[in-house]
Each structure stands twice: as C-alpha cells, then as structure tokens.
C-alpha cells in the first residue's frame, strides 16, 4: 500500500506543555502495514473464533454471559489504547484480539440467540460498516490508516474493526453453509479471494484504502476457517486439535511476534522509528 504522510504531521512545533500534548497525538496510534501486521491479524481472527468457542463451552457463562464479559474487557483495553500517546504493540494486539472474539460473538448472538438469518445479518453488517467509512470520510476527508492521528479517527477506526469482524464472521458462515465447502476449502476460497484484492492493488492499481480494508474482512472468515479446520473433530472435517490447544497455541505465536515487535519497533510509522522510550 501506499504510504500517506498525516495531515497534521508537517505543523509546526511550538513550545510549552499544551503544545506538546497536541504534539504527541499527532502520532500515529496504529502500526505500519508489513507482513507481520497480516499474519498476526489472521491469527487473530483464528483465535477469535476459537476462543469465542471455548468460552462459550467450558466456561458456563453461555452466549450472553461470555459477550457482555468479553464486551467489558475490551472497553477497559480500549479506553487503555486511547489513552496511549502512540502505537504500542502490546496494547494495540490485545485490542485487536479482543475485538475478535466481541465481532464474533456478536455475529453469533444474533444467528443463535435471536434466530436472525444469516443473510440478513450480513447485510445490515455491511451497511453499518458502509455508513462508518462514509461517516468518517465525511468528517475527515480520508480513510487512511497511516494517519491514525486523532481521537476521532481513532474512534472511526476501532469501530470499523468492530464491524469488519461481525461482517465477515456472518459473510463466512453464510459462504459455509450455502457452499458446504468444509473448512479446509473455505480457508483455500478466502485465501484466493485475498489473493485477487493483492493482484487487483498491485497489478491493476485498486486504491490502497480499499485494498486494505477488503483484504481486512477477508482475514475473518480465513481465520476462522483455519481455526475451526484445526479445532473441529476429525468427524466433522477437521484436525481433532481442540479449542483449548488451538487458542493457547496461536496466542503463544501472537504473543510471540508482539513482543519482538515491541523490541525491534519494525512495524512503527517511519518517522516515530527513532524515537525511544525514556522512561
């Protein structure tokens, strides 16, 4: 993708506390786009559906009891996120991993809880989320993501993620069910579709934003279809894996990246690269 500079980033810098303050929102709060950004966010969306499952099983709060948990601890990690003068991995990756589980179960409360069609929940997901991006094109004139500068568009941009959650979980589901593919070919389909958008971007010249953001959706359903071809029973077309080894296993592989991002500070917007921490 192509890289914008932040439309604040060029001011000039004045002194005093208040001024630095502005100063330090300026900085973008979410990492650059490399391969480690896509591959921790598949994992993510794996662990998002298996998760979902295994708290929904084992932990005998049912559907409602484990989305309004989940739902709380993510605002607390959020309302963290928000409160951070940067992009921080750890914080930004928990977010991410929450919001998962939370689109996820949304999608799921819906469909189970509420007998709504999985045709329909698609549908008003994908007006929500289009209502989002015109909403926050509107307010901000672009949808970039490398200029995740303010508390607005921060605002937009988590509640995107939200949306691109729900919507490709009950996008996936639906393709599942009408196709009956089975897991391990509905990985393949997604992974192709994804596959297409990176042509589309790079040969045919498809806008960035919306590259980004349609490749975003796709990682759902392809996480979720690895996730469940590894935890399923063998019975029903999957590894047998289990939802407790498939979950501690690719958050042992999140956390892995996350922190040696946190190290290395390689997915940080180029110009914050040289800033370090002192304190």
Not at 15 to 32: I, M, S, T, Y
Not at 53 to 67: I, P
Not at 125 to 152: G, K, N
Request: proline residues 3%; contains cysteine.
């Amino acid at each position: 993708m192509t890289h914008e500079t932040s439309e604040t980033s060029a001011a000039p810098v004045a002194d005093g506390p208040a001024a630095r303050a502005r100063q330090r929102l300026r900085r973008n709060k979410v990492p650059e786009i490399t391969v480690y950004f896509w591959i921790i966010k598949v994992l993510c969306t794996t662990v998002g559906e298996t998760a979902a499952d295994l708290l929904n099983e084992k932990a005998g709060l049912g559907l409602t009891g484990v989305s309004v948990l989940m739902s709380a601890l993510l605002a607390v990690v959020l309302v963290v996120q928000f409160r951070t003068s940067a992009y921080r991995a750890g914080v930004y990756w928990l977010a991410v991993a929450l919001i998962s589980v939370v689109g996820t179960l949304i999608s799921d409360n819906l469909t189970d809880n509420m007998g709504v069609p999985l045709e329909l929940s698609t549908t008003v997901f994908a007006l929500v989320l289009a209502v989002v991006f015109v909403v926050w094109y509107r307010r901000e004139r672009t949808l970039s993501i490398h200029s995740i500068d303010t508390t607005s568009r921060e605002s937009f941009y988590w509640l995107a993620v939200l949306f691109t959650f729900a919507l490709g979980t009950a996008a996936g589901d639906l393709v599942s069910e009408r196709m009956d593919l089975g897991y391990w070919l509905s990985a393949v389909l997604f992974a192709l579709a994804i596959a297409a958008v990176a042509v589309a971007h790079f040969a045919l010249g498809l806008n960035a934003v919306w590259s980004f953001w349609i490749a975003y959706i796709l990682t759902r359903p392809l996480g979720a279809s690895i996730g469940d071809y590894l935890s399923q029973p063998t019975g029903d077309g999957g590894l047998g894996l289990g939802t407790v080894i498939t979950s501690v296993l690719f958050l042992a592989v999140i956390l892995g990246l996350v922190v040696y991002l946190g190290v290395t500070r390689k997915d940080v917007t180029a110009p914050e690269r040289a800033t370090r921490h002192t304190a």
